[in-house]
């Protein structure tokens, strides 16, 4: 009998005292990596080594599978922007999905399909996609309001979208004077980021024309299948559709 299911609920994996489990990849391992791997504040334990997959990734894993229709009929058109490896693999194999996946500036790890696009300028017409699925990408976008009604623009009227950032303050936190690397990694923690996301976050999406719910899918689940997946049980998962 096998340890794990092919597409295991995360609840349905038993715990091993000497090992962890990735819900992405469907691999165990001793012990998973630090991240960010340079930085000098790291997250101990927190990358599976095999998929490169972090704690958002193995928390929405089981959730498309059990909580949305992404990975069954009927065939949908998906939208992946900054396409991290261990999902574009699944969503471009699955049977069920049209995958398209875009970057601002497409990485070598990417797909070769990846197409060059501005998150703020979306080359599809309206009502396009079925499915939108991004994370940790609006931080680093100047104008994120005009990307999220760039998001809302391509979605049809009965899609979905998953939108993921982290969230870190109460009260959104954003400086447009700051232009310099040292200046934004400063004030917002990174090279690359405009701004800290903050509890309000909904609020930005909402004032895009998003309806949200934010769904704790990881409170469903056990504190050692938490530990032994290393998921954040408090991670809440942003399901934004059209009113």
């Known amino acids: 009998m ?9 609840s349905a994996v038993q715990p091993k005292i000497d090992g962890f489990f990735c819900p992405v990849c469907k691999k165990e391992s001793r012990q998973f990596k630090p991240f960010p791997p340079k930085a000098s504040r790291q997250r101990p334990n927190v990358q599976c080594p095999h998929c490169l997959s972090l704690e958002r990734h193995r928390l929405l894993r089981p959730y498309f599978v059990h909580r949305t229709n992404l ?7 998906m939208l992946h922007f900054a396409p991290e490896p261990s999902f574009a693999k699944i969503f471009s194999k699955s049977r069920f999905i049209d995958y398209t996946c875009a970057d601002l500036v497409p990485k070598k790890y990417m797909p ?3 197409l060059c696009m501005d998150m703020t300028a979306i080359q599809f017409p309206d009502n396009y996609f079925d499915v939108i699925y991004c994370s940790h990408i609006l931080e680093h976008i100047d104008d994120d309001i005009k990307a999220m009604s760039e998001l809302l623009r391509v979605l049809k009227p009965t899609g979905w979208a998953v939108l993921q950032v982290p ?3 109460k009260v959104t936190y954003e400086d447009p004077s700051i232009k310099t690397d040292e200046g934004r990694l400063k004030a917002f923690g990174q090279r690359d980021h405009v701004r800290i996301y903050g ?17 704790y899918y ?16 408090n991670e809440g998962i ?6």
């Not at 990975?71 to 058109?77: A, Q, W």
Request: with cysteine.
């Open 2 to 10: 096998e340890m794990v299911p092919s597409i295991p609920h995360v």
């Open 218 to 233: 990881g409170q469903e689940i056990s504190p050692e299948q938490a530990e032994y997946t290393r998921i954040d049980k």
């Open 71 to 77: 990975l069954s009929m009927p065939i949908k058109k």
């Open 112 to 114: 070769k399909e990846t």
């Open 199 to 215: 509890l309000d976050y909904i609020e930005r999406l909402r004032s895009a024309g998003f309806e949200v719910r934010i769904d």
């Open 167 to 169: 969230i870190l303050r």
């Open 238 to 243: 942003y399901f934004c559709t059209i009113p």
